[in-house]
């Protein structure tokens, strides 16, 4: 069974940073596709950023290249989002999701993120 457990949300204020952090059980975070989500009540769930090919590869969405990094540490078995300079519209649950060798997909309970003035 694959778990994955979130943590590192909070309240900050615009150009704040915060770093979520996505532990995985079951699962080795280099050998899946690794991305965050993130969700306002009310609106489908967003991605956000991805790491895949072992680390090599990253993806992210245009609103937040350039401003959030997302990365990997084997040796913790966890997956990382830096989020620097942080906006008022980058406020959201954000999920941590892992799909596996067979393309299922695994979700974690998410975290919250506010950014307010």
């Known amino acids: 069974q694959v778990r994955l457990v979130e943590s590192g949300g909070g309240l900050v204020h615009p150009g704040e940073s915060l770093r979520l952090s996505c532990t995985a059980s079951?699962?080795?975070?280099?050998?899946?596709?690794m991305s965050w989500y993130r969700q306002v009540p009310g609106e489908e769930r967003d991605f956000v950023a991805s790491?895949?090919?072992?680390?090599?590869?990253?993806n992210y969405r245009d609103a937040v290249r350039g401003r959030f990094t997302i990365s990997i540490d084997n040796a913790k078995n966890t997956v990382y989002l830096q989020m620097d300079r942080l906006e008022l519209d980058d406020t959201a649950v954000y999920y941590c999701?892992?799909?596996?060798?067979?393309?299922?997909?695994?979700w974690g309970q998410g975290t919250q993120v506010t950014v307010s003035l």
């Open positions: 079951g699962l080795a975070v280099d050998d899946a596709a």
């Open positions: 999701n892992a799909q596996d060798r067979r393309d299922y997909d695994w």
């Open positions: 790491i895949f090919s072992r680390g090599t590869k990253t």
